[in-house]
Structure formats: structure tokens, C-alpha cells
């Protein structure tokens, strides 16, 4: 009776214990859905920008929208510790930073600077990125005098910023305080610190500029190359459990980048002291090739045995494991890219305005083989490589980026021209360069060996622009002497009576 009554006690026992569990769990259920977030966000990922202005880390004052190319989705990446983050399904982005540098910007006032880039997205990583923010440039929106100084020479119309980086120097205008007064003066006669109203002009008419009547041609070469090295050699301590042994790496990747083309403008009025240009023809070539290998060796002494069986007769085995990866690269046209703009001021003055490229067309294709050799023998595995970038072609679009940015390069592909009055023919040439390289070392802290990383780029341009008159068209009048004159046919004829007097008269 007894062992009745503590079977039927233990059993409404687990019945509560199960009924407290059931409880338990649906509560959970309810309060901690964990399930469906596991699965989402094994669907997405993270995007993490640095934003550089002028060497600064600017991207806790950036916005940054992220478009999906193929659903046309919009992701708004938020300010997240030093980096612009955000995290959304996998895919491919264009991403758009916008920055207000306010003052901060050299030479520019209340400027906005961006930037474009791409960005892939796989799921559950996180894919980081660093660009470098650029002013945007706009015709009529430098500073400057337009007109002479003191020399005879013609003043910049992009300003003096050769000097402390200032392009709106107050010593450059008149006293007035008024900025826009300044442009309105003719060039060629400007006298600092007179009066305004000074100008040798009636203010009743305004000056007039001739517009030259001819083309513009830009024919350019522009070559970006980048070169990538590591060399590294590390030697295991002799407490290792494999020694001894070590590993040693090599790698080299290099591409080049051919951007060229011949356009024509026509000259079709005057704004700001620039002719305003409209296009007539032109073409472009966008190509480039390259290529990279990557060799890394691993060896190490393993203990084999004869008498794998049984354990028995070991011996040491030196043995290697190994990674070969080549590949080539593939370029081609990018989607949008445009081509260089010239800007000619009618007092003398010309600059050439290339456009930020975010995407060079780039693609990679190759293979690794892995060789694991062991106590049977050797072990190989070959596996494709598919990417979408590599070292060199990452570091070919930092060095464009680092150059466009420059105002010592931006100088280059500036200059003189002689256009005169009634716009005579001129030809000029020029070429800009400009170099990054980085390079860095690590040693290991006990002797045991060393790392050294080497990178080069290079911006290459060449250009020659002309202006090329286009003779007025006058109409030929064919000269023709007057014919005698004849009767109109169309008029009745009369006889003609001659006059005769009356007899007797």
C-alpha cells in the first residue's frame, strides 16, 4: 500500500513538473523569438566606411545612403564608432557620401565634398572600406582676380593656392566688401583699392566679350599603374612541438590602367570669363592588363613511423605545405566614366578637369593549388579564384584618388594659352605626374624573422589642347551686268504714230 502511494505521489509530481516546463517553454517562445533572427541575419551583412577629408577622420559628420543595384533599395548608414555602418542584405551597393566641410575645405567656402564607390556585400561579413572626399569643382566658382597683375601678366582664374592654401585671399579685391562687385569689373583693368564704380565703363551698358568662333579639341593619354610586394620569412622557435621549421612568403601583383581618347568642343558663348563648350565628337579607350602570384611555404619536421601498425621504428620527415595563386587581370570599360573637361578663360588661362573614377573596371580570374606533403606522400588541390579586385588594383584606385585630390598635381594640368581678342588658333601640351608609395615592416620581437611590404602607384597624363577657328561663312553674290532693256512682253504693244504737223500750220 505503501509503494502504491509513493508511485501516485511521484507520478503527480513529474505531471507538475512537466505542466511548469510546458509553461517555461511557451513563455520563452513568446518573449525571445530567436529562431526567425538567426536566420536573418545569416542573410546579411555589414558595411563599415572611413571617411577622410584632408588626412582627418571625418565620418561622424558624413550621410551615406546605400543603393542596392538590383533592387534599387535604399540603406541609410549611420555614424557608428569612427566608421559610417550599416547592415543589410548581400548584394552589391553603390554607396554615396556626402560631407558639408563648411571652412574646413582649403580654398573653398560652404563646399560639399563626397564620394562614390562600390561596395559587395556577403552575408554574415563585413566589408570595409576607406575613401578619400573631394571638393566638387564647377566652372565660374573659383577664386581670383580675372584680370591683370602687375606684371601684365594674367591673373589665375582658380586663385593662389600655391601659397598658405587660401584661394580667398581679401588682398586680391577691391575695398568695397563686396565680392560679387569684383567679377563685375572688366579684365584686364583691375586697380586694387579703387572705387568700384571706377571702371572706365558707362554702369549703363555692359561689357561686352567677344565669343571666339572655332573648336576646342582635348586629346589625352592617362596611364595608372600600381605595384604590390610583400617578402616575409619566419623561422619557428626551437620550443616548438615541429621544429625545426618555418615559413616563408612571397607575392608580387601588378596592373596598368590605359585611359585615352580625342574629343571636340564648340565654342558657343562666354559665362564667368570661360568659353562655355558644347560637344561636338569624340571617342574613348579604357584598357589595361596585369597580373600577380602569391607563393607561401610552410615546413615542418614530422615523426613517421615504419611500422605505422604498430608505432614502431619512427624517424623524422621533413615536409612541406604549400599555397600557389596566380591570376591575371581582365579591364574593361566602366560604366559611366566620361572624359576629361578643359576650361578656357578669355584672359589667357586654361585648366583640365578629370573626373573622380570609383569603379576601373577591374576583374580577376586564376587559381590556387594547395601541396600537402605528409609520412604517405603529397596531396594537391586546385581551386579557381574569381574576385572582383586584388592588391594592386585596390591600390591603383587609392592612388588616382590621392592624386585628383592633390593641389600640387591639380596645378599640372593647368596653364597659359594665348587666345586673344578675335580668338586665334593655339595648341599647348602638358604632362602631370604623380606618385604614392607606402611601404611597411614587421619583425617578430624574438629574432625569429621578418615582413616587409612595398606599394607603388603611379598617375601618368598627357594632353595637348587646341583652339581651332572656324572661318565665318559669307554668302558668294555672282556679279551680272545689267541687260539692255527690253519691252515687258506682258504689256499690250501700240503702234508707234509719228508726230505730224497740220497743213497750213
Avoid at 529562431?35 to 563599415?48: D, L
Avoid at 535604399?74 to 551597393?93: C, F, K, Q, R
Avoid at 567656402?109 to 573631394?134: D, N, P, Q
Avoid at 586665334?424 to 604614392?436: A, E, I, M, Q, Y
Amino acid at each position: 500500500m505503501f509503494k502504491a502511494s509513493s508511485k501516485c505521489a511521484q507520478s503527480r509530481r513529474n505531471s507538475q513538473l512537466v505542466l511548469r516546463l510546458c509553461v517555461v517553454g511557451v513563455f520563452l517562445l513568446l518573449c525571445f523569438p530567436q529562431a526567425p533572427a538567426v536566420a536573418q541575419a545569416a542573410t546579411t551583412g555589414r558595411i563599415e566606411i572611413t571617411a577622410l577629408a584632408d588626412g582627418n577622420n571625418v565620418s561622424g559628420q558624413c550621410l551615406a545612403v546605400a543603393t542596392n543595384t538590383e533592387t534599387s533599395l535604399v540603406y541609410i548608414l549611420e555614424p557608428s564608432n569612427s566608421v559610417i555602418a550599416g547592415e543589410m542584405p548581400a548584394g552589391t551597393y553603390d554607396v554615396v557620401i556626402t560631407f558639408d566641410a563648411g571652412g574646413d575645405a582649403s580654398g573653398t567656402e560652404e563646399t560639399t565634398m563626397f564620394s562614390i564607390l562600390r561596395v559587395t556585400v556577403l552575408a554574415g561579413k563585413v566589408s570595409r572600406e576607406t575613401v578619400i572626399l573631394a571638393a566638387v569643382l564647377y566652372p565660374g566658382g573659383f577664386a581670383g582676380d580675372i584680370g591683370q597683375d602687375d606684371d601684365g601678366s594674367g591673373d589665375k582664374p582658380w586663385g593662389d593656392d600655391t601659397g598658405d592654401g587660401n584661394a580667398y585671399d581679401d588682398n586680391n579685391y577691391d575695398n568695397s566688401g563686396n565680392y560679387g562687385d569684383h567679377f563685375d569689373s572688366p579684365y584686364g583693368d583691375h586697380d586694387k583699392g579703387r572705387d568700384p564704380e571706377d571702371d572706365g565703363f558707362c554702369d549703363d551698358e555692359p561689357e561686352y566679350v567677344p565669343v571666339p568662333n572655332g573648336d576646342v579639341i582635348l586629346k589625352w593619354t592617362a596611364k595608372y599603374t600600381a605595384r604590390v610586394t610583400e617578402d616575409s620569412c619566419f623561422r619557428f622557435g626551437d620550443t616548438y612541438a615541429f621544429a625545426p621549421g618555418g615559413t616563408d612568403t612571397t607575392s608580387r601583383d601588378n596592373i596598368e590602367i590605359v585611359f585615352s581618347g580625342t574629343y571636340t568642343w564648340r565654342v558657343t558663348g562666354v559665362t564667368d570669363s570661360a568659353l562655355d563648350l558644347e560637344e561636338v565628337s569624340g571617342q574613348l579607350q579604357w584598357s589595361g592588363s596585369g597580373s600577380g602570384e602569391t607563393n607561401e611555404i610552410e615546413c615542418r619536421t614530422v615523426q613517421c613511423y615504419k611500422d605505422k601498425a604498430n608505432f614502431l621504428q619512427p624517424y623524422d620527415k621533413q615536409v612541406e605545405y604549400a599555397k600557389n595563386s596566380t591570376w591575371i587581370y581582365t579591364v574593361q570599360e566602366p560604366m559611366g566614366v566620361s572624359p576629361p573637361v578643359p576650361f578656357i578663360y578669355v584672359n589667357g588661362w586654361y585648366m583640365i578637369l578629370f573626373a573622380q573614377v570609383h569603379d576601373l573596371g577591374v576583374s580577376l580570374s586564376g587559381k590556387t593549388v594547395y601541396k600537402q606533403e605528409g609520412c604517405e606522400g603529397t596531396d594537391t588541390e586546385t581551386i579557381p579564384i574569381d574576385s572582383p579586385a586584388g592588391p594592386a588594383s585596390g591600390f591603383c584606385d587609392l592612388t588616382i584618388s590621392d592624386a585628383f585630390n592633390s593641389d600640387e598635381f591639380r596645378d599640372q594640368l593647368r596653364g597659359e594659352c594665348d587666345l586673344g581678342e578675335s580668338g586665334k588658333p593655339f595648341t599647348v601640351s602638358g604632362h602631370g605626374t604623380w606618385n604614392l608609395d607606402h611601404s611597411d615592416s614587421q619583425t617578430d620581437p624574438d629574432g625569429l624573422g621578418q615582413a616587409r611590404y612595398e606599394s607603388h602607384g603611379v598617375v601618368d597624363i598627357s594632353y595637348t589642347l587646341s583652339f581651332v577657328p572656324r572661318e565665318p561663312v559669307i554668302p558668294v553674290v555672282p556679279l551680272v551686268p545689267p541687260e539692255e532693256s527690253q519691252p515687258d512682253k506682258s504689256e499690250p504693244e501700240f503702234p508707234v504714230v509719228p508726230l505730224v504737223p497740220p497743213e497750213g500750220s
